[in-house]
């Protein structure tokens, strides 16, 4: 059953390989509180997509396509933060990629905040809107007044 497996197997993580080469491996997503958009962002998008969200993280050499710099979303966005966007990209995968090819680089990932908590769908929504305001904090026009997202204990 692929959607089982692709639930269990998840997270990337960068191997060396060799000097110059680095590879991207699946490895099983790992937990983090649900409540903290900026964890999520750490543990799952940093890899790729930098601390910062700029792009540059470790991973993204290795992967085929850029990984997009998340912080000119507003920007690119007539200055308002696409959530609608963010959330079809997270449920769906990137909007970039031949659906048909899936995308080699960008994981889907809804069903794997899914698989984290027993009260699946309720709380990976609720990962997907703190992830959101975390990225939508990082946009490039908030630098001035940096909003540190709140890390709220799990109830
Ligand atoms: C393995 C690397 C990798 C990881 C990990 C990763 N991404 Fe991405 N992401 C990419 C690449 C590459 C692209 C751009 C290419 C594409 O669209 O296929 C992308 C595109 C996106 C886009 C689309 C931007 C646009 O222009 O609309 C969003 C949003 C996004 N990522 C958010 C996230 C979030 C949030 C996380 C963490 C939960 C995450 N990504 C983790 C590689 C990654």
Not at 51 to 77: F, S, Y
Not at 103 to 115: E, G, I, K, Q, R
Request: with cysteine; aromatic share 8%.
């Amino acid at each position: 059953m692929r959607s089982s497996i692709l639930v269990f197997a998840v997270l990337y993580m960068l191997m060396p390989a060799g000097a110059q080469k680095a590879t991207i491996h699946q490895v099983p997503i790992k937990r983090t509180s649900w409540a903290s958009g900026q964890q999520m962002y750490r543990e799952y998008c940093a890899v790729c997509h930098g601390e910062h969200g700029a792009g540059g993280g470790p991973a993204a050499r290795a992967c085929i396509v850029k990984p997009a710099d998340l912080t000119i979303l507003a920007k690119n966005n007539s200055g308002k933060f696409p959530y609608n966007r963010f959330y079809a990209v997270m449920r769906f995968g990137s909007l970039m990629s031949t659906p048909a090819h899936g995308s080699a680089d960008m994981p889907v990932w809804l069903p794997l905040f899914s698989s984290l908590n027993s009260d699946r769908e309720a709380i990976a929504e609720q990962r997907m809107h703190n992830l959101a305001d975390y990225v939508a904090s990082l946009q490039e026009s908030n630098r001035r007044g940096v909003r540190s997202a709140a890390v709220v204990p799990e109830p």
